[in-house]
């Protein structure tokens, strides 16, 4: 089990960026892979990106792709996921999670066994 702590959302406009922190407790932090997902009022929870444990092989959504990336320092038990030329659709409860997902199934929210409590991040037009 590891806990997991969101830290960064609020409110920006349009174009504009924000960067969220993910602070991971205990010791096997490295072991897992990290994902970002999110979910709009309304809406089911999707994905937004992941990066494994050893390679930090990144993976994205096709919405985000070009404008965020998701980032790990393991000596800090934390990852990031940096959001640039934010869109009003980018509208959400920004939560991040870590499990053992294979690499097929890693877009997959079942696949993840620890989240955070969310972080609200809202863009005006």
């Known amino acids: 089990q590891v806990q997991l702590v969101e830290s960064g959302g609020g409110l920006v406009q349009a174009g504009g960026s924000l960067r969220l922190s993910c602070a991971a407790s205990g010791r096997t932090f490295s072991s897992y892979r990290m994902g970002w997902f999110r979910q709009a009022a309304g809406k089911e929870r999707e994905f937004v990106a992941a990066?494994?444990?050893?390679?930090?092989?990144?993976y994205y959504a096709d919405s985000v792709k070009g404008r965020f990336t998701i980032s790990r320092d393991n000596a800090k038990n934390t990852v990031y996921l940096q959001m640039n030329s934010l869109k009003p659709e980018d509208t959400a409860v920004y939560y991040c999670?870590?499990?053992?997902?294979?690499?097929?199934?890693?877009?997959?929210?079942?696949?993840?066994?620890?989240w955070g409590q969310g972080t609200q991040v809202t863009v005006s037009s």
């Open positions: 990066i494994t444990e050893v390679v930090s092989s990144t």
């Open positions: 999670t870590a499990g053992r997902p294979i690499l097929s199934a890693i877009t997959n929210p079942r696949m993840y066994a620890n």
